[in-house]
């Protein structure tokens, strides 16, 4: 996929009344934008497709996303293109005359073109057979016909023909009948049955753009369910669904979809049965990441069994689990947190070590009380709190070397934090009462806190 920004007003929000299966806008607006917008490295990259195209007249489909997102006249972010014939070797050929890094998948007959932060997928128009529900498919080539009935969903089931394959949209499925009638309809009764992940997809979708399930659809959704389908996909999978609900705009409205419908309660009995509301949890790009803030909300609740249970079931990796564990400790300390007489320093011990999306969660939470107030405290300042002093700057100053060294670091930033010291001079006037102290045979407590 090539990310790229598209040009356009969203035509849903400017027209309320706008009709996705009237609209001739999408092929001349996304053909002028890859005529005329690129610049930098996607201009040598789609200059270099388009010679190939014209030369060798490969057809070559721009399809799913970016044809139902033009459709509605939203941001086209993304560009898969799908090849009837060799994608890859079509990727090598285009590697070499841009020098993007090239990356192929050789299974699906799938290549990746990557410079910077621009991506471009090749995909060779394939046939799709699921000789065991929830497996990966076995792929075969085929036809771009046979390539869009493999999809997920009638609106992701489009395909603008580009280069010199010539022709109008194909839709064969009646993807834009059902942007029009803002719905998401699979294109066959057994499509959550042969992939399970669809059922993630599904509300995914439904929520992203304001759409329903289509009635039957819904019904196969539930029946996939009450018969456990997601009990036959591996947990890899099941995660990477989650991680894509948590990086839409706002993932609230799918999980609580995803709750509702019990797909969260097939990975785990316990999962979703307290999804934090959208609102509740921002997406500040100075913070930590978004999509690990959301993992915390999501097992919050959780106890310590069925926290393993979930992290076990999506086989998760060492950060979420960090992550995971961090926010069900830190919500057994919310009690703790609300004392009044809570000094910052002894926040801090609490704190110190713990995953920062763990602590934003974690005061969506606890709401407006003292504890949250503590938490969002320590975010914004104690763990930035710095001495001016170091390591070597108390040895220099009498200072052995040894734990007492690090023991007097963490006084001089509990200090700092509680507003006992303020300045350079009043941190080393607190090492020079910890020497007298040691000196004259005490505890080197003496004088100031």
């Not at 910077?116 to 075969?140: C, F, K, N, Q, W």
């Not at 996909?233 to 989650?242: F, I, P, S, W």
Request: proline share 6%.
């Amino acid at each position: 996929m090539l990310a790229l920004c598209y040009n356009c007003a969203s035509v849903m929000e400017t027209n309320p009344s706008f009709d996705p299966s009237s609209n001739s806008c999408p092929k001349q607006s996304v053909e002028r934008f890859l005529s005329v917008d690129l610049d930098g490295h996607k201009r040598v990259f789609w200059d270099a497709l388009r010679r190939k195209l014209g030369a060798e007249g490969l057809p070559v489909f721009l399809v799913g996303g970016p044809v139902r997102d033009a459709l509605l006249g939203l941001r086209v972010k993304d560009l898969d293109f799908v090849v009837e014939g060799d994608a890859v070797a079509l990727a090598r050929e285009l590697a070499a005359e841009t020098g993007w890094d090239l990356v192929v998948h050789q299974r699906f007959g799938t290549a990746t073109l990557a410079r910077d932060a621009d991506r471009v997928d090749l995909v060779t128009a394939r046939r799709e057979s699921y000789p065991v529900p929830g497996a990966l498919p076995e792929v075969v080539p085929g036809t771009i016909s046979d390539d869009l009935a493999r999809r997920d969903f009638s609106i992701n089931s489009m395909a603008m023909p580009v280069g010199g394959s010539g022709g109008e949209m194909l839709d064969p499925h009646g993807g834009r009948d059902d942007l029009s009638k803002k719905q998401v309809r699979i294109l066959h009764p057994l499509s959550f049955v042969d992939d399970p992940t669809r059922l993630f997809r599904a509300v995914r979708y439904e929520r992203r753009f304001g759409f329903r399930l289509e009635a039957e659809t819904e019904q196969r959704l539930r029946e996939a369910l009450a018969q456990r389908r997601p009990d036959a996909v591996t947990g890899d999978r099941l995660r990477h669904e989650l991680e894509r609900i948590f990086s839409e705009d706002d993932p609230g409205p799918a999980l609580r979809r995803a709750s509702e419908v019990g797909l969260l309660a097939a990975i785990h009995r316990e999962l979703g049965a307290d999804v934090a509301a959208s609102s509740e949890i921002p997406r500040d790009t100075a913070g930590p990441p978004p999509d690990m803030v959301w993992w915390a909300s999501l097992v919050y609740p959780l106890g310590a069994e069925a926290l393993g249970a979930v992290m076990r079931r999506l086989n998760v990796p060492s950060r979420w689990r960090r992550v995971a564990e961090d926010t069900v400790e830190v919500r057994r300390l919310e009690e703790r947190l609300a004392v009044p007489e809570l000094l910052p320093s002894e926040v801090s011990e609490l704190l110190d070590g713990r995953e920062a999306a763990a602590l934003v969660s974690a005061s969506f939470r606890f709401g407006d009380g003292v504890a949250s107030r503590r938490l969002l405290e320590y975010l914004e300042e104690g763990r930035g709190v710095r001495t001016v002093l170091d390591g070597g700057a108390i040895i220099a100053m009498g200072v052995p070397p040894g734990k007492q060294v690090g023991k007097l670091l963490r006084r001089l930033k509990a200090a700092r934090m509680d507003r006992v010291v303020n300045s350079e001079d009043e941190e080393r006037a607190l090492v020079a009462d910890f020497l007298t102290g040691t000196r004259a045979g005490g505890t080197g407590k003496e004088g100031r806190p």
